[in-house]
């Protein structure tokens, strides 16, 4: 267990200062049973805390004790592109028995992470927090504070687990709908229902119950490092503000955290201090960060339960007033199904985030009508034209979405979405009218109005694409390997719109450059590194270029990213 | 595409038909900014919405030799500025140069630009070139940013790190099976690839012994594309060992998921001797739980014409039809029961007769689902 993820003092103990030293090699874990070699910093897991102060410049000395190429990226950090640690794009990794210096000046405080970008290594243990005091006095005031990393292990060799979606994309779903689910779905909705229903995701060739290709089957979920039987433990005195630092370090997983007992005020995202929000819940996507203010009083023990999104499993920890306590584990929530309104294939109102009524479905795109004749492959006119700026742009409105035509005809695309929205105050799937506040985009604005204010120059509108069944990922159907570099100019200010064209979630992650996420109406609302798309959405943030350099830009989902949803965005000097 | 579905055949005398269905079928250091603390683009408040609104009027007034270098507008007070009346139709800024303005402590907080008029003002011909020229203040770039955006990586390619299209292998056995027949008959389905996602090669191989023979057998080399979401050409060759003496065809045929599931191979066959024929096969997997699966499976075999030395029939030759039950210990290995059952037509049907074979015969099966 790193020093941070000791239960201790008001601080978590870290590695500060402005030279520190970083060891990458293997170290035997046993989270199941069975001893693996996980990937390692300085021989803990997660990595040490690195703690530094916004304006300090550092020196980062990493050696690679491994056998295989490593390498470490400043999730969220804004440093010169050659710092980035991206292997191909900043330097060419750190090869074995060598040493890489980082050195970066550090023009941001809050709280991030850093991981491996070389392989599955991410996978395999190799990722930590890093948190940037500011150099003001932290407008976010609290008596103590905690780190809390989740992630996802597994036994299994990532490669492994890479080949087996692409032989067998359900491999990990051991909750696919059976013919008992078929039977009480008549029962309670009747023949004509269940039938159509089974027939729209056969037409589709996709299953409601795709919630996470990877899952419980092989995770072990961890907080800080440790499994929910070892309840890593933080500690608290009654009637302390206590900030709570959540990282997403998983490979795979998106969590649902809720801590029974307290409310969370959500005080920044993405390390950016935001207007503060109180809710009972939130979902934090892969590579996310969100801090919370907990006020813990009248209990002696709080468990933090962040459950999987698809409800295989959970990571937990505990507050708790000295060690040893644990509070009752709630049992995990129902399993949900996604509906067609989840994948923007109009509907009914599914996704309104408390209660509201069902709404009348779009025009023309009742439900399930149409549907059929949006399955991939069905390439129609409309669709070969790519609109850039289409009229109807984040406004909310569900309009015909148009795609580009490199997904028309394109074996890796198996799915477009109809009438997809923002759906920024949607709490998302599992989490809607579950009787508990829950976080949503919409509640998060940043205490800073802008920082750029232009209005951006233009729009580059990207969709993201896959196909479940071949397990193939890309940005407009194009994979990585086979696509050209996005160029934008140094300066300029652009809107990105990401359209979801598939059934899973995704986060987006671009690095180098923030993404200042827009509202409906393309108003800044909430400046972030990692934006999350969930299917059947429309989403748009600007960016303002001003790093120059190859900057990577993914889906922070690690097979998905390995399977070609990746990009390179190319800051470059040039004319107007 | 696992072979996890119910199998359907029907008979096509060519796959021509189909193929022709189924396809058809930072420097912003802002982050810690709050604006009242850290007001960057100032020219933003001063309200220019977007560069690609559009049109410049620039009338009389010139700025041509404007030196803004040196100007500091630290303590400026722009609370109670009242722009309301001005007119900006005759600016011209064409040659400004805010390379090196300083607005780092303005307070543009109580601003009241309200009713200024833009409508007219025409900025197409300002140079924005220069990132400066608006929106954040950018350092100016020196060749050591440029070194440092742009490694040189000595041709190192990012792709070459990470290959998001591997090339992979699969093994399995669909079916490995000892059947209840006389004889002690034994059956197997097997299929093997290597390849990346759309382009692939292919051994597939199938057949039966019984009573110490090798009833039929065949195997098959082809290479697919997948010229669809769903759907995979498969073009290569097959080769029967039995019955009778071995005989080799051109394969061209579709494999792939058709609505609904039901997963689907469609080949037809041209031999040296002009003789065609095809091949239908269709699956469907019933989830009785998430381990326990129900698996129908119906294949067709039709040919253009009867070879007696083969004992095959001209048109439909034979259908059959099995129903399997597996459990799947592991995704990759699955014991299974199940029963088939298989009936001979037309002149195949009396070539059965006259060997003394079964024309309709029903058996169960036994096997095991392997694959990795």
């Known amino acids: ?576 | 595409m696992n072979a996890r579905h119910l199998r359907l055949r029907l008979i096509a005398l060519s796959v021509a038909a189909c193929l022709a269905g189924l396809p058809v079928a930072h420097a912003m250091t802002a982050e810690t900014a709050r604006r009242e603390e850290m007001p960057r683009a100032p020219q933003r408040s001063a309200g220019h919405e977007s560069k690609s609104q559009g049109s410049i009027d620039r009338g009389s007034m010139n700025h041509d030799s404007m030196d803004h270098d040196s100007m500091d507008h630290d303590s400026m007070d722009h609370d109670s500025m009242d722009h309301d009346s001005m007119d900006h139709d005759s600016m011209d800024h064409g040659s400004m140069d805010h390379g090196s303005m300083d607005h780092g402590s303005m307070d543009h907080g109580s601003m009241d630009h309200g009713s200024m008029d833009h409508g007219s003002m025409d900025h197409g011909a300002m140079d924005h070139g220069t990132a400066d020229a608006a929106g954040p203040l950018l350092p100016p770039i020196t060749d050591a940013d440029r070194a440092a955006a742009f490694p040189d990586l000595g041709g190192m390619r990012m792709q070459d790190h990470m290959d998001d299209d591997p090339v992979l292998a699969s093994f399995a056995f669909d079916r490995l099976e000892w059947q209840d027949a006389p004889g002690d008959a034994a059956a197997w389905e097997t299929k093997a690839w290597v390849g990346r996602s759309f382009d692939r090669l292919w051994l597939r191989s199938e057949g039966e012994r019984s009573g110490g023979r090798l009833e039929h057998a065949q195997a098959e080399l082809l290479w697919s594309h997948a010229f669809h979401p769903w759907w995979d050409l498969m073009v290569g060759i097959r080769h029967d060992f039995a019955p009778g003496a071995s005989k080799d065809w051109l394969a061209i045929g579709v494999q792939g998921l058709a609505p609904y599931k039901f997963e689907t191979k469609a080949t037809a066959y041209l031999a040296g001797d002009g003789r065609i024929a095809a091949s239908f096969e269709a699956e469907y997997e019933l989830l009785l739980t998430n381990r326990l699966i129900l698996q129908p499976l119906v294949e067709a075999t039709l040919y253009s014409r009867t070879d007696a030395a083969r004992g095959t029939g001209a048109g439909l030759d034979r259908l059959e039809a099995g129903l399997r039950l597996r459990y799947e210990i592991r995704r990759e290995f699955a014991p299974y029961v199940g029963w088939v059952w298989q009936r001979r037509y037309g002149d195949g049907a009396d070539l059965a007769r006259a060997h003394g074979e079964p024309v309709e015969d029903g058996r169960l099966v036994a096997g095991l689902r392997v694959w990795f």
């Open chain 1, 1 to 576: 267990m790193p020093a941070f993820a000791r239960p201790g003092p008001a601080r978590p103990s870290a590695l500060t200062g402005s030279t520190i030293d970083l060891s990458i090699g293997e170290l035997a874990v046993d989270y199941t049973g069975r001893t693996r070699r996980a990937v390692t910093v300085n021989g803990t897991l997660p990595a040490p805390l690195l703690r530094f102060t916004e304006g300090d410049t550092v020196t980062i000395r990493v050696r690679n004790t491994l056998a295989e190429d490593t390498s470490i990226h400043w999730h969220g950090i804004i440093l010169p592109a050659n710092m980035d640690g991206v292997p191909g794009f900043s330097f060419h990794g750190i090869h074995p028995g060598q040493t890489f210096t980082y050195r970066y000046t550090l023009r941001q405080s809050g709280t991030y992470w850093y991981h491996s970008h070389s392989g599955f290594q991410e996978q395999k243990g190799l990722y930590g927090p890093l948190i940037v005091d500011p150099r003001e006095p932290d407008p976010i005031r609290s008596d103590r504070e905690h780190v809390i990393l989740l992630s996802d292990w597994t036994d299994e060799d990532p490669y492994r687990i890479f080949a087996k979606l692409r032989k067998n994309a359900e491999y990990y779903n051991r909750h696919k709908r059976t013919v008992g689910d078929a039977i009480a779905d008549i029962r309670r909705h009747g023949w004509g229902a269940t039938l159509d229903d089974r027939r729209l995701w056969g037409a589709m060739r996709m299953s409601p119950t795709d919630l996470a290709d990877v899952g419980a089957l092989t995770y072990t979920y961890l907080a800080n490092g440790v499994t929910p039987a070892g309840n890593w433990t933080g500690l608290f005195r009654p009637g302390e503000r206590v900030r709570l630092r959540f990282i997403n370090g998983s490979a795979m997983t998106f969590f649902d955290v809720r801590i029974p007992g307290l409310k969370m005020t959500v005080v920044a995202a993405d390390g950016q201090n935001v207007h503060p929000v109180t809710v009972d819940e939130f979902r934090i996507g892969v590579a996310e960060t969100y801090d919370v203010i907990v006020e813990p009083s009248g209990q002696d023990a709080y468990t933090i339960f962040a459950q999987a999104m698809d409800r295989g499993g959970y990571a937990r920890a505990t507050l708790a007033v000295r060690d040893g306590l644990a509070a009752p584990v709630p049992a995990l929530d129902p399993r949900p199904l996604l509906t067609m309104a989840d994948m923007g294939h109009g509907g009914h109102g599914g996704h309104d985030a408390h209660g509201a009524p069902a709404k009348a479905a779009p025009s023309g795109h009742e439900g399930h009508a149409g549907h059929d004749t949006q399955a991939a492959g069905a390439a129609r006119d409309e669709h070969d034209a790519h609109g850039g700026a289409h009229a109807a742009m984040g406004h909310g409105t569900a309009a015909m979405q148009t795609h580009p035509a490199s997904e028309s005809g394109n074996p890796g695309v198996d799915m477009q979405t109809m009438t997809p929205t923002p759906r920024l105050d949607d709490p998302g799937i599992g989490l809607r009218d579950n009787g508990r506040r829950v976080l949503t985009y919409a509640d998060l604005a940043s205490r800073f109005a802008d920082p750029d204010g232009r209005e951006p120059g233009r729009t580059i509108e990207l969709h993201l694409t896959g196909h479940m069944e071949r397990y193939v990922w890309s940005f407009d159907g194009i994979r990585f390997g086979d696509a050209e570099p996005l160029r934008l100019r140094y300066g300029e200010r652009l809107r990105i719109v990401l359209v979801n064209d598939t059934m899973m979630e995704h986060p987006i992650h671009l690095h180098g450059l923030w993404s200042d996420l827009e509202d409906a109406d393309g108003a800044f609302r909430v400046r972030k590194h990692t934006v999350n798309m969930p299917p059947g959405t429309r989403r748009s943030y600007r960016v303002t270029a001003d790093a120059l350099g190859r900057w990577a830009y993914h889906c922070h989902l690690l097979y998905h990213m390995d399977a070609g949803m990746f990009r390179e965005v190319r800051v470059e000097e040039g004319s107007a």
